[in-house]
């Protein structure tokens, strides 16, 4: 039995009584000193982790106003405080060991939209990807460009000035700030933008904060025009935090929000903005440019540059090759051919033209191929080139540009890259014999690496691979960045190109040089006592305070390596979270994370439960237990002795005794184990895996609730209860019995069985159970044509007309059909963490699919979910033989001829479909998507796939009581608006069982597999 974890690092009273107070004064956002949320928010996409006292999510600009008010007073003087967004930033930015101000949650609404004049007005909670989509239809977008655009903040952005593809033309963040809406650390609350000096002067004369700050900064600016234009280096990546190059603007005008942008959260916080907004280019074209070399990508920029592109982009051969292992790959491997004569690829350039005109885009193309045709196999030159015409199909290569910067945390080993030297800049002329001596020195330290960057601007992102668990590794940290400042002096560059300063703000005296006390000064005016994000950019002038130093605040390795090898090993799902955040993706037409979509709790995200996890092992390596040998030792438990124990242990949690254990639990009882995360998270985060391990070593300490055993018991007895379906549904879908079941068992809408069995149906249908035997005596012409429906627990005793409409179409497709012998999949066992019911149920089921695939006849499942956990769940157990179990489109897409044969036959006219997918099929089997669409069109129909997320209902998830509001709020995000589209009546068909549960529980409407829309077209 696990033991209670109760030995926390504790809140300190200080911030205990702020917290207490904030609640006291009527903060309206949350407040969460719990440790669960503090745990969450120790980490970012850097290396670094450290624990907050607590964290508050402001709701409205009051409450905003109330932090810094109290923060203000004496006795708070001491607390320290870290806005943050999307936590984005790979330079621990937004880390604390204070009180972590999350603007993300509550405060994310688009204010207005003048499409007219071009500008919007914004939370700074909304991210980058979420404003686009609203401008889209105005034609319009926000420029600066981010591979983590689909999660990072405005606020983030603006905190860190940032900027990346395109920058060359679009330029930074703050290029784009019109005005900001800030509260300083007295409570007062300003509005910042461009002004006149008569403006100015007028509000110097405020006698307060507002008047005291711009009376500084004029006089920083005033006093130090010379040194200044020294210091700041021209370079289109120009120094970000405290911009002191641009208080003044071209036209003269005086602009506080040049040392707002970039200040990481130590001035201000900053709760809106006005953003300039652009017209989305009319014309737009992608070059792919191919290199045997990825030293030859750099050296050919310059003259790719001089034929006039938007921007260049370039990726070296690791992160290539981790694309294309990775599902994104799918959508663009036709734009990177590789015949068989060619050298392999070791570097691309990815070269993007926009225009006002068709001519004016062709034009440009022109002449970039007609310079890649003359010089094309020449000696460090590239040896081919696609172009991609249309912002759909060219926006498919971007999305694969930034999925690869999270990919680089899935190679192989425990040595990962890993960012803190990964955004210098320097002059583009530059960057060739710049990136070559840096490869040197990371060559000098055996240190592997990963590229990818924006030649264009004399950006690269390196990445190099470490083990930060391993203490030599950590070392390197130090060494290596101290060369890498070395280089970029020597080729005039910046260490600081585009993600922030952050913990590297230790380098930031020795570049200023004798500027540094003015940015010391200024921060002082702002922020005296060095409470607003402390140790970052720069300290308050005469405070003693110091800046981080990189190789001094705590880091994840350091705390991974308090876990045992064995445990580390177990739970490697969870290790391997590099906290690139991708499961923070807001779109809702996209498949992860659910829970974390519909909750906006970051605990409830691939990212928080890995960390919880992690945090986890570590507290129980702290009492001296292992996981791998508990989990042993609950398997082999009997479940009366250990009763009691549980029974006492189960009591005390709800008498309000704490234990992290339960912390874990909840995040984990939020899941829906619909495995999106297994593939689209760049890692491959498998939180359905640790969650099962989880639960079975939580339920060795606590009790089950009653429920669990009846879902995860429900497989084996339905082939009973199927023989009594009328009494089954007599007593499961009366009201009165529903409602003691919701009440008791927390069990809803629980589905009615089909009202006939599929074995009193299969007989008509002339179709045979498969056995080893049965198939042997088939003649040769039957065997081939012979296909084994693998039977799961849903389709065959609730939806038992689509099993027999699966057969009818097969049958009329000329297939001999034989039906498997119904056995428990298992599943339920698995989500529910009954891992050694599911060990013994998935070893019996592959012995008798093993058997039956001998024969060489297919086996094909109907439910996606169900089929694919016997190429995932099944798999992870290394000694259990692999069956092969194919999706019904994965079969069925390589039946042309039978299907064309079918459309012929029966006379079908043509139709047009939209096809609703389960999450599960289009994430970690997204090829498998174009066997629908092939299908179809070998019936003359058209089928569109429709974006959408998880239907929220996910096997038995939706079912249970206490998910039902997650379930609806989750099915309302992106379901609900397809189902109900007046042009998608008639037209709708989905793949999942439970997808079509969900809707006929949610909207009340019927929808088809696909196989029964094909089906009906010839009757």
């Known amino acids: 039995m696990i033991p209670r974890l109760d030995n926390l690092n ?64 004496a006795r708070f003087k001491d607390v320290v405080l870290a806005p943050r967004g999307g936590g984005t930033g790979t330079n621990g930015q937004s880390l604390t060991d204070g009180v972590v101000v999350d603007i993300s949650r509550h405060m994310n609404q688009i204010l207005e939209i003048n499409a007219e004049e071009g500008w919007v007005r914004v939370q700074t909670g909304v991210v980058k990807d979420q404003l686009n989509a609203a401008l889209k239809p105005h034609g319009l977008f926000f420029a600066p460009e981010l591979s983590t655009s689909n999660r990072a903040t405005i606020g983030g952005m603006i905190n860190t ?173 036709d734009y990177f051919p590789q015949d068989a004569a060619e050298p392999e690829i070791k570097g691309i350039n990815l070269v993007e033209y926009t225009a006002a005109s068709q001519a004016e885009l062709e034009a440009g193309v022109a002449r970039l191929t007609a310079y890649l045709d003359e010089v094309n196999q020449q000696p460090a030159k590239s040896f081919g080139y696609s172009v991609v015409y249309g912002s759909a199909e060219i926006s498919k290569v971007w999305a694969m540009r930034k999925k690869a910067v999270g990919l680089l945390g899935n190679a192989k080993g425990q040595q990962r890259p890993i960012p803190f030297v990964e955004d210098t800049a320097v002059p583009p002329e530059n960057l060739a014999p710049f990136i070559a001596e840096f490869r040197a020195l990371l060559d000098q330290h055996g240190l592997a690496y990963g590229m990818f960057g924006h030649v264009d601007a004399g950006v690269l992102h390196v990445r190099p691979a470490m083990d930060m668990k391993d203490e030599v590794d950590e070392a390197l940290v130090r060494t290596v960045t101290d060369g890498v400042v070395a280089l970029t002096q020597k080729y005039n560059g910046l260490l600081w190109g585009e993600h922030g300063k952050g913990v590297r703000s230790e380098y930031a005296p020795a570049f200023f040089g004798e500027l540094y006390p003015q940015l010391q000064r200024l921060k002082a005016g702002f922020d005296p006592f060095n409470q607003l994000n402390p140790g970052k950019i720069a300290t308050p002038a005469d405070s003693g305070a110091e800046l981080l130093k990189i190789d001094e605040v705590p880091t994840r390795g350091q705390q991974d390596r308090l876990i045992p090898l064995a445990a580390r090993d177990e739970y ?75 029974l006492l242990n189960t009591l005390s949690l709800k008498r309000g005794q704490y234990d992290f254990n339960h912390e874990v639990y909840e995040a984990m009882q939020g899941c829906l184990s619909c495995k999106s995360c297994v593939a689209q998270c760049p890692i491959k985060v498998n939180v359905p895996d640790f969650r099962a391990r989880f639960l079975e070593l939580y339920y060795g300490r606590y009790m089950r609730p009653v429920k669990d055993y009846l879902l995860a018991g429900l497989e084996p007895l339905l082939p009973a209860l199927a023989k009594w379906p009328g009494l089954y549904n007599a007593l499961t879908q009366r009201p009165a019995m529903r409602a003691a079941t919701a009440k008791l068992l927390g069990l809803i809408d629980n589905p009615a069985m089909s009202p006939e069995s599929l074995a009193g149906q299969l007989e008509a249908q002339a179709v045979e159970l498969a056995t080893v035997s049965g ?56 989500v529910h963490g009954f891992m050694k019911g599911f060990e013994k149920t998935a070893d019996r089921n592959t012995e008798m699919l093993k058997a039956l695939e001998s024969t060489g006849v297919p086996l094909v499942g109907i439910d996606p979910a169900m089929t694919l956990t016997y190429r995932q769940e099944y798999r992870d157990n290394p000694e259990r033989d692999q069956v092969e179990v194919q999706l019904l489109q994965e079969w069925l897409a390589g039946q042309s001829d039978a299907l064309k044969g079918y459309a012929a036959d029966y006379n079908l006219g043509a139709g047009e479909f939209v096809l609703l997918a389960h999450c599960t099929e289009k994430t970690s089997a997204a090829a498998s998507m174009k066997g629908w669409q092939q299908i179809f069109a070998d019936c003359g129909q058209t089928l569109t796939q429709a974006a959408t997320g998880c239907c929220g209902m996910s096997g038995t998830y939706g079912h249970e009581a206490e998910n039902a509001d997650t379930s609806a709020g989750i099915y309302k995000m992106s379901w609900s608006g397809v189902v109900n589209a007046p042009e998608n009546r008639d037209r709708l068909v989905a793949t999942g069982y439970s997808c079509r549960s969900q809707v006929k529980r949610q909207d009340q409407q019927q929808i088809p597999h696909p196989l029964q829309r094909l089906l009906y077209l010839s009757r």
């Open 161 to 333: 000035d940032a900027s990346g593809q395109g920058s060359c033309l679009y330029g930074k963040t703050r290029d784009h700030v019109l005005a900001l809406n800030s509260v300083f650390l007295d409570g007062s609350e300003w509005l910042s933008e461009p002004m006149t000096d008569a403006e100015l002067e007028a509000v110097k004369q405020r006698n307060d904060k507002v008047g005291e700050v711009h009376r500084l900064v004029d006089a920083i600016h005033s006093e130090n025009r010379a040194l200044i234009v020294d210091v700041f280096p021209p370079l289109n990546r120009c120094l970000t935090g405290y911009d002191l190059a641009h208080i003044r603007t071209e036209e003269g005008l005086f602009d506080l929000n040049s040392v707002l942008c970039g200040a990481e959260g130590s001035l201000a916080f900053i709760t809106e903005a006005k953003l300039n907004v652009l017209p989305i280019p009319e014309y737009a074209a992608l070059v792919n440019i191919k290199y045997a070399g990825f030293q030859d990508s750099l050296e050919d920029a310059k003259q790719i540059m001089g034929c006039g592109p938007t921007s260049v982009e370039t990726i070296d051969s690791k992160v290539l090759s981790l694309a294309m292992q990775d599902i994104v790959w799918q959508t663009v491997e």
């Open 10 to 73: 504790p809140v300190q009273s200080l911030y205990l009584e702020f917290f207490n107070q904030l609640t006291a004064k009527g903060f309206a956002g949350d407040v969460n000193p719990d440790y669960a949320n503090r745990v969450v928010l120790a980490t970012d996409n850097s290396i670094y982790q450290v624990l907050p006292q607590g964290v508050v999510y402001p709701k409205q600009t009051s409450d905003l106003v109330m932090i810094a008010k109290l923060a203000s007073e």
């Open 572 to 646: 490697s799902q969870a290790m391997f979270c590099n906290g690139n955040g991708a499961c923070y993706n807001y779109d809702p037409k996209d498949a992860m994370c659910p829970s974390w979509k519909v909750t906006r709790e970051r605990k409830h995200s691939p990212k928080g439960r890995s960390s919880l996890v992690r945090e986890w092992l570590k507290q129980l390596a702290e009492h001296n237990t292992d996981p791998v040998a508990e989990y042993h030792k609950v398997r082999a438990s009997n479940f009366l002795f250990t009763l009691p124990g549980r």
């Open 775 to 830: 198939i042997a005596r088939l003649n040769q012409a039957d065997r081939v044509r012979s296909v084994i429906l693998v039977q799961d627990a849903f389709t065959s005793h609730f939806e038992v007309q689509l099993v027999l409409d699966v057969i009818e179409l097969l049958q009329r497709l000329g297939f001999n059909v034989l039906l498997a012998p119904f056995m428990p999949n298992g599943k339920p066992l698995h």
